[in-house]
């Protein structure tokens, strides 16, 4: 499968920091992501009434929405990436060994999600499992441990995810989420223990869809995202 990385043009340092993490493990291609800072006003793919919008939120969504164009134009199954993830040594194994466990119809698989929210999946086919995080800073010695240690990945029936750092779509899934989570617009989500909260990104958005498709997630993952990382600098939360 193509692995599509969406990186801003301007976003060098992040590029390097990419290549010397992971160019060993996997090959990619960089997707020129699309600057919210540079898109007009009128921009037409948020609800009109809607808002909490960022720019840089629009440009994240619109560069995924592309992708996803992609891969229906290319009708094949994809893997996107965005700038800031770490995948393990084994990346292409676990690929191989997650894509056996898939029924013959899915949409979308998760790699990996935020861990300073929450993740939802089914453990049974009768209970939901909602998994809290302990939200801790990880170093440079913490990536270098997760890229060389040995995981053994399974999946699960996601419910609820926050992120879209790293996932495989199919050209059905892509259609789906673009009928689905476009226009953009302020839908009511439930976060267990959390309560409603107004969609405002396009994580926000899938998630109202995830539970209604053939969604997975790998709740052990081998990728990860710097989220976390103790100087991590969002290019959305700006």
Known sequence: MKIYVISLKTSIDRKIEFDKLNKKYIDYEYFEAIDGNTLDDDVNIVEKNSYNYKKTAIGCAMSHLHLWNK????????????????VSHNFNAHIKAIMMMLPKEWHIVQLTYNCDSILGYSNTS????????????????????????????IIAKLKMSFGMSCYILTPSGANILKQKCFPMDNRIIYIPLVGPIKSYTIDC?????????EAYVCPIPFVMSKHLYKDYKSTINV
């Not at 891969?71 to 700038?83: G, N, R």
């Not at 958005?205 to 498709?213: E, L, P, R, T």
């Open 126 to 153: 009768f209970e939901d499992a909602f998994t809290f995080f302990t939200k801790k800073k990880f170093h440079d010695n913490d990536i270098e441990v997760f890229q060389n240690s040995e995981i053994f990945p």
């Open 71 to 86: 891969c229906i134009a290319m009708d094949e199954p994809i893997i996107i990436m965005e700038d800031d993830v770490f």
């Open 205 to 213: 958005m899938a998630n109202d869809i995830y539970s209604n498709i």
